[in-house]
Nanobody, 115 residues
Framework: QVQLVESGGGLAQPGGSLRLSCAAS????????MTWYRQTPGKQRELVAQ???????NYADSVKGRFTISRDNAKNTVYLQMNSLKAEDTAVYYC?????????WGQGTQVTVDS
C-alpha cells in the first residue's frame, strides 16, 4: 500500500528554522518526483519545492535561498529544510509523490511562524 507520512511541523519564531520529513512506502521511491506543496485557508495550493528522480530541483520564488529540498533514496525520505522563516510561510505543508499516472499525497503537517 502506497503511503506518505509527513513530520517535523510545529511552531517557529520569525527567522527560525524547521526541518520537514516525508517518509514513503509502497513505491519505487527513487523513480518518483517528490514535491512539497503548502495550503492556507482561502488561498490556492502552491508548489514550494520539487526534486526529480535525477536530483534536479525547483523552488518557488518566495522561498529561494531560504528553503532546501533533498532526498535520501536509501531511506525513502524527502526533506525540506526551512531557514529564515517568515510569518507568510505559515501553512499546512503536504508531500506529494508523482510518476506517470501515479499521484500520492501525505496527510499534511502544520507549520506556524509567529512571535
Amino acid at each position: 500500500q502506497v503511503q506518505l507520512v509527513e513530520s517535523g511541523g510545529g511552531l517557529a519564531q520569525p527567522g527560525g528554522s524547521l526541518r520537514l520529513s516525508c517518509a514513503a512506502s509502497g513505491i519505487f521511491f527513487s523513480m518518483y518526483t517528490m514535491t512539497w506543496y503548502r495550503q492556507t485557508p482561502g488561498k490556492q495550493r502552491e508548489l514550494v519545492a520539487q526534486i526529480s528522480g535525477g536530483g534536479s530541483t525547483n523552488y518557488a520564488d518566495s522561498v529561494k535561498g531560504r528553503f532546501t529540498i533533498s532526498r535520501d533514496n536509501a531511506k525513502n525520505t524527502v526533506y525540506l529544510q526551512m531557514n529564515s522563516l517568515k510569518a507568510e510561510d505559515t501553512a499546512v505543508y503536504y508531500c506529494n509523490a508523482r510518476r506517470h499516472q501515479t499521484d500520492v499525497w501525505g496527510q499534511g503537517t502544520q507549520v506556524t511562524v509567529d512571535s
